[in-house]
């Protein structure tokens, strides 16, 4: 079974800082993997997917993340932050082969970003 | 904002008593996930219907029941009620299901119950 980790439960930042927030997985096969965010009173919104190609992918709203397979990890970033990102933060994966659309998501991380 | 609906918002019952939670799935989806998040946590997986049938369930007991109906939407359904039952529970549409893995799963806003 696949599990999710994510390492940062809570960080606050300061507009124009750089991010990332951590994210690791265990799972044995291949995955695909995602960053979902939920701002406050809104329902969850997928912020990016990697599937395939280009470890590195671009997502909405600046955010990117890297895929690197030999420390199973698949890490959000964002250059600079503004108050509008603040959120929660969820990294998922997804079985490749036999997951259906099962997704196991991490803990979450919640951001906060001061003005 | 996704196209998946998701009803009552909120939802107050008591120890021992049975709920149905309904779901829409976004136009052109017919997989349906529901997860339940507890506070402070990620969205656990419970289970997927894929074309009327659960393709898929996390771990979570008998009690918890789903139906898909022929225009994909479903619902959740959760008998003998426990405290620990109370959550957010969330409702994801996505489309079909491939050999190689999901398609992006598009969220609906939830339906908190809390059982008392």
């Known amino acids: 079974a696949q599990s999710v980790s994510q390492h940062n439960h809570h960080v606050i930042l300061s507009e124009a800082a750089s991010l990332e927030l951590g994210c690791n997985y265990s799972y044995g096969g291949t995955v695909n993997l995602f960053w979902y965010v939920q701002y406050p009173g809104q329902h969850l919104q997928l912020l990016l997917k990697?599937?395939?190609?280009?470890?590195l992918v671009k997502g909405i709203k600046g955010f990117e993340a890297e895929f690197i397979k030999s420390k199973f990890s698949f890490n959000l970033r964002k250059p600079s932050v503004q108050w509008s990102d603040t959120a929660e933060y969820f990294c998922a994966v997804n079985a490749r082969a036999g997951g259906g659309n099962k997704l196991t998501f991490g803990t979450g991380t919640q951001l906060k970003v001061e003005l | 904002e996704t196209g998946v609906t998701q009803s009552p918002t909120h939802l107050i019952k008591t120890r021992g008593q049975q709920v149905t939670l309904r779901c829409s799935s976004q136009?052109?989806?017919?997989?349906v996930s529901w997860y339940q998040q507890a506070l402070g946590q990620g969205p656990q997986f419970i289970f997927q219907?894929?074309?009327?049938?659960?393709?898929g369930r996390g771990n979570f007991p008998p009690r918890f029941s789903g139906l898909q109906f022929p225009n994909y939407s479903s619902e959740l359904n959760v008998n003998a009620l426990e405290l620990d039952d109370s959550a957010l529970y969330l409702c994801?549409?996505?489309?079909?299901?491939?050999?190689?893995?999901?398609?992006?799963?598009?969220f609906g806003p939830g339906t908190r119950l809390t059982v008392l």
């Open positions: 136009s052109g989806h017919n997989t």
């Open positions: 994801a549409s996505s489309s079909e299901i491939l050999a190689e893995g999901a398609h992006p799963a598009f």
């Open positions: 219907y894929y074309r009327e049938e659960e393709n």
């Open positions: 990697y599937f395939s190609g280009d470890p």
